[in-house]
């Protein structure tokens, strides 16, 4: 089974996918699919709008079908089946059978029966199942074969009692058999099979007809064989049928089924208040789904560049939490990614999606455990690159801008301003306006008169914003948020100066912003960067940061302690660079952080 046979299909055409080469998309699974090591075959698809937008495939279905795998062909999708089972517990909480801090033995009596982890601990609820924060073991090599488990044999399992590495509701620890109480709970309640349950709240109604959770269900030529690796061959898998252990990983599916599935969770975004539309689960209910309701514990290494990176723990990703039934991870360049791995005897299995713009990726292997995760980051990613999907968009409140006119006077050295109603009484209980009067004074004496109007405006709420003005010799700052009344109050200002760097420091700072601007400028001969970072070594980091940001204007100073302590922002399409220099002697200090930014682009603007 080391041929290696490919095809793709496309929908051109799409909104937002011109500007995509999607070869380079099945370039990254050819290449993981060539190394032999992944799996027989793969399939793929990047998804849109409940669609696979373009898809393919390579290698082989299996021994009895040696057709070439693509978005149709049935895999076993392992643990992405907890999002299946998370919705239909959720679907119970919608309706008012049950509750997520209920016990689950409350439902299950079989549960009821589970020794405590200690004599004070707390029962395990269903929340604490849902976050895997039941206390329980990883058990993945072990939960993975059983499958088939009979309720007899899981009461006689449960009966001789249970390990607990931690008091339920404390820490994150993958378990899968929390899951496996919850499928519990769900039959309990409906008094029907739990795989029935989930077929008849989504699969039928989202018509996700090729999903199932029984492999008898699929047509042979259609479902792809499972294989784990001996030695120098494949060794075909046997299928299991529905039992007690289908909540954690049951579902067989496709790529164009799970582009249904994805879907239904990328449109739960943004929050709005036009109608519902089809989807069984309310949208409060799907965000809520891909919310960090319980954080994993980080682990920190060095990077090449001498700086912290955290990464999550047990899992080969970026920083990440726990939904419900989903991760949710918050990458600096993208903001959320939410997305399941799988891995099954015989599969592995990966949806990611971006929440911002709802692409995603599906992608499946027949081999077991097979990481198929790798090749779908890559390439959405790719297809992020070439999409360069904006920071998210911040639409201010219309008082926003009138709150700002006056904050303006105020600091124009309009006394009189302080009475203006647009102001909270607290603003003034918290710093009397006599006091906030001399520190404007001083703010002046730092860097003189202003000189132009507002610009730099940005925000990262509606009822936020943050301003500045030029002057004489620097800049003024202004930050403020509003209360959250009707109407709403300026309830905290503040207001400072950024004076402009020295005229030792100010070569150093320019040569930062030509660096950000993409540019290799010559570094200033009578400063050096401290520590081991040679001049080229800073300049090439720069560069490289501002190429993964998109800039959409040029580097700015945007805060100063001191004309030798300085801040400088870049801001891009796809997030922001903020450098931190400060001057001693003949050495600078440089320190950089990549962070996700919302623009305001102020659809309610000035018309005074």
């Known amino acids: 089974m080391s041929e290696a046979r490919g095809h793709t299909l496309a929908h051109h055409g799409s909104v937002g996918f011109d500007a995509v080469d999607f070869t380079a998309v099945d370039e990254i699974f050819a290449r993981f699919h060539a190394d032999g090591a992944g799996a027989p075959g793969v399939a793929y698809g990047i998804v849109h709008g409940g669609r696979v937008v373009h898809g393919g495939g390579y290698g082989l279905v299996g021994s009895e079908s040696p057709g070439t795998p693509g978005p149709a062909t049935v895999f076993r999708i392992a643990s992405l089946s907890k999002s299946f089972t998370a919705a239909a517990i959720l679907s119970l909480r919608d309706e008012g059978v049950l509750r997520l801090d209920d016990p689950v033995g409350e439902h299950v009596p079989m549960l009821a029966r589970l020794p405590r982890a200690t004599r004070d601990s707390p029962p395990i609820t269903v929340a604490d199942c849902l976050t895997m924060s039941a206390g329980l073991p990883t058990d993945d090599a072990w939960a993975d074969r059983q499958e088939e488990l009979t309720e007899e044999a899981l009461g006689a399992l449960l009966s001789a009692g249970i390990g607990y590495t931690a008091t339920p509701g404390t820490r994150f620890e993958y378990a899968n058999l929390g899951y496996v109480f919850l499928g519990q709970v769900v039959e309990s309640l409906t008094g029907r099979p739990f795989t029935q349950v989930v077929s008849d709240r989504f699969l039928q109604p989202l018509g996700m007809s090729s999903t199932t959770y029984d492999y008898r269900d699929v047509?042979?030529?259609?479902?792809?064989?499972?294989?784990?690796?001996?030695?120098?061959?494949?060794?075909?898998?046997a299928f299991t049928a529905p039992g007690m252990f289908s909540a954690i990983g049951g579902v067989l599916s496709t790529v164009e089924d799970l582009a249904v599935w994805v879907h239904g969770f990328a449109s739960a975004f943004p929050a709005r208040d036009e109608p519902e539309g089809g989807h069984p689960l309310a949208r409060a209910t799907r965000r809520s789904m891909q919310q960090q309701h319980r954080a994993i514990t980080p682990l920190v290494s060095m990077n090449g560049h001498g700086l912290p990176d955290a990464r999550t723990g047990e899992f080969p990703w970026g920083l990440s939490g726990y939904g419900y039934g989903l991760f949710v991870e918050y990458d600096p360049r993208w903001g959320e990614f939410v997305h399941h791995i799988g891995g099954y005897p015989g599969f592995g299995s990966h949806m990611r999606w971006h929440r911002e713009t709802g692409i995603g990726v599906v992608a499946f292997g027949n081999a077991r455990y097979c990481p198929v995760y790798e090749p779908a980051d890559a390439a959405l990613r790719q297809v992020l690159d070439a999409v360069a999907p904006p920071s998210r968009t911040v639409v201010s409140w219309p008082v926003v801008h009138e709150a700002r006119q006056v904050v303006d006077r105020l600091v124009d050295g309009d006394e009189s301003a302080v009475r203006d109603p647009v102001f909270?009484?607290?603003?003034?209980?918290?710093?009397?306006?006599?006091?906030?009067?001399?520190?404007?004074?001083?703010?002046?004496?730092?860097?003189?008169?202003?000189?132009?109007?507002?610009?730099?405006?940005?925000?990262?709420?509606?009822?936020?914003?943050?301003?500045?003005?030029?002057?004489?010799?620097?800049?003024?700052?202004?930050?403020?948020?509003?209360?959250?009344?009707?109407?709403?109050?300026?309830?905290?200002?503040?207001?400072?100066?950024?004076?402009?760097?020295?005229?030792?420091f100010a070569p150093v700072v320019e040569c930062v912003v030509e660096a950000l601007a993409g540019k290799r400028p010559d570094?200033?001969?009578?400063?050096?960067?401290?520590?081991?970072?040679?001049?080229?070594?800073?300049?090439?980091?720069?560069?490289r940061a501002r190429d993964l940001i998109a800039p959409v204007g040029p580097a700015a100073v945007i805060g100063a302690t001191s004309p030798d302590d300085v801040v400088i922002e870049c801001v891009g399409r796809q997030g922001a660079v903020e450098v931190r220099m400060a001057r001693t002697g003949d050495r600078v200090r440089l320190d950089l952080a990549l962070r996700r930014t919302p623009e305001d682009y102020l659809l309610r603007r000035d018309q005074r």
């Not at 064989?225 to 075909?236: A, K, L, N």
């Not at 003189?448 to 500045?468: C, D, I, K, M, N």
């Open 219 to 237: 047509a042979g030529e259609r479902l792809a064989t499972g294989y784990h690796r001996v030695g120098d061959r494949w060794e075909p898998q």
């Open 523 to 543: 570094w200033p001969e009578h400063v050096a960067p401290a520590g081991d970072t040679t001049p080229e070594q800073l300049v090439d980091e720069l560069i």
């Open 424 to 504: 909270s009484p607290t603003l003034f209980q918290d710093e009397p306006a006599a006091a906030r009067l001399t520190a404007l004074d001083e703010a002046h004496q730092q860097v003189g008169a202003l000189t132009g109007p507002a610009e730099r405006l940005s925000a990262a709420t509606p009822g936020h914003l943050v301003w500045w003005r030029p002057a004489e010799h620097g800049r003024i700052r202004h930050e403020m948020w509003l209360t959250p009344t009707v109407p709403a109050k300026v309830q905290r200002l503040q207001v400072d100066a950024v004076p402009d760097p020295s005229p030792e």
